[in-house]
Nanobody, 123 residues
Framework: QVQLQESGGGLVQAGGSLRLSCAASGTIFSLNAMGWYRQAPGKQRELVAAITSGGNINYADSVKGRFTISRDNAKNTVYLQMNSLKPEDTAVYYC?????????????????WGQGTQVTVSS
């Protein structure tokens, strides 16, 4: 069974940095696009950053120049380096991955989500 395990959230002061990690585990045949989403209280979940298996990257305008997404394909892991954090970055951050893996006796391609990690930025 495929799982996405996130780590690295926490409480930081404005202007500080955090690094999120998300590792995929299971019987994985291919790990395609991976990304980070976030959801603040009372708001819809939004894309923060995404990276394809070929290294193409997309950022939300609100984080450009401050956040950096990267991946280590050998470790099935995606990272989000967050610098110059602002109070408005406070949210639960979710890892997302498009994975082709063995599930229930078949090989299935689908999108998986992590459980979420809280990031709180104090002013």
């Amino acid at each position: 069974q495929v799982q996405l395990q996130e780590s690295g959230g926490g409480l930081v002061q404005a202007g500080g940095s955090l690094r999120l990690s998300c590792a995929a585990s299971g019987t994985i045949f291919s790990l395609n696009a991976m990304g980070w989403y976030r959801q603040a209280p009372g708001k819809q979940r939004e894309l923060v950053a995404a990276i394809t298996s070929g290294g193409n990257i997309n950022y939300a305008d609100s984080v450009k120049g401050r956040f950096t997404i990267s991946r280590d394909n050998a470790k099935n892991t995606v990272y989000l380096q967050m610098n110059s954090l602002k109070p408005e970055d406070t949210a639960v951050y979710y890892c997302n991955a498009d994975i082709r893996a063995q599930a229930l006796g078949a090989i299935i391609r689908r999108t998986y989500w992590g459980q979420g990690t809280q990031v709180t930025v104090s002013s």
